[in-house]
């Protein structure tokens, strides 16, 4: 694992899209996208770059299953807000949590993985290793399923919603195994209560209670830190 550490989110997203643009030089078609605080200092970057992403397809992680597309709490508002609307790709996939059919979300959406390779997967960190939502027990080669949040989870993404009543339970997320299929991942983590997850992630065994730890079997994948998320590495 490389890991980048840097002083703020603010150069955690410059470094981030450094390497995201380069990937496109070198022929990247595919981004996989994540949701959360994390990534909006790299999307800012990309929202101010020259690059022209109409001719990519983009993968989102996860999404709340019983938000609408048009729900500001949900994950495909999220993006349109901070990436989509502003930078537009040529497809820009996010889970279906407006379908109550589990069954027939998740298959649909493997296949969208299936047909679209993910080139460079950028990933955020829960404070208990989740990945998407990858709560700690998931299976390392699972596919897109619905999954039901921790108690940690739910009160951590209670910040975004009026009440703690609102926070859904459930959402659909890709699976382990399809994340550890793109050719490159990019993590991003900062701020101290990040710190005992990217330990965990980097120095700790590679086991399913904390998801990321799955990241030490990927050939590819760089880590970006501020400091204090870096504070508990060896
Ligand atoms: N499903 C998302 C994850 O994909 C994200 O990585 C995590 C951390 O979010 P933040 O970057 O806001 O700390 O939050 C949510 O649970």
């Known amino acids: 694992m490389n890991i980048i550490k840097v002083k703020d989110q603010q150069m955690g997203g410059k470094e981030a899209f450094n390497l995201v643009k380069a990937d496109i030089e070198n022929g990247a078609?595919?981004?996989g996208l994540a949701t959360g605080s994390s990534p909006i200092t790299l999307y800012n970057e990309m929202t101010n770059s020259d690059i022209d992403f109409?001719?990519?397809t983009s993968v989102n992680l996860d999404e709340y299953v019983g938000l609408e597309a048009d729900n500001?709490?949900?994950y495909h508002y999220f993006m349109n807000e901070h990436l989509f609307s502003k930078k537009p790709f040529k497809n820009s996939y996010v889970p279906d949590g407006s379908n109550p059919d589990a069954e027939?979300?998740?298959k649909a959406y493997d296949k969208i993985i299936e047909d679209n390779?993910?080139?460079l997967q950028i990933l955020g960190i829960g404070r208990n290793g989740h990945i998407g939502f990858n709560e700690p027990g998931s299976p390392?080669?699972?596919k897109t399923r619905k999954v039901g949040l921790t108690e940690s989870t739910i009160e951590a993404n209670t910040r975004f919603f009026d009440d703690e009543k609102?926070?859904?339970r459930f959402a659909y997320s890709m699976g382990i195994g399809s994340i550890m299929k793109a050719k490159k991942i990019v993590l991003l983590a900062y701020g101290e209560n990040k710190a005992d997850a990217i330990a965990a992630t980097v120095d700790g065994p590679v086991t399913e209670d904390c998801p990321a730890s799955a990241l030490q079997n990927h050939p590819d994948v760089t880590i970006i830190v501020d400091e204090a998320a870096a504070s508990k590495l060896k």
Do not use: H, R
Request: no cysteine; hydrophobic share 40%.
């Open 117 to 119: 390779p993910i080139d």
């Open 72 to 74: 500001e709490q949900s």
């Open 104 to 106: 027939a979300a998740t």
């Open 54 to 56: 109409s001719n990519m």
């Open 29 to 31: 078609k595919v981004l």
């Open 140 to 142: 390392f080669d699972g």
């Open 166 to 168: 609102d926070v859904p």
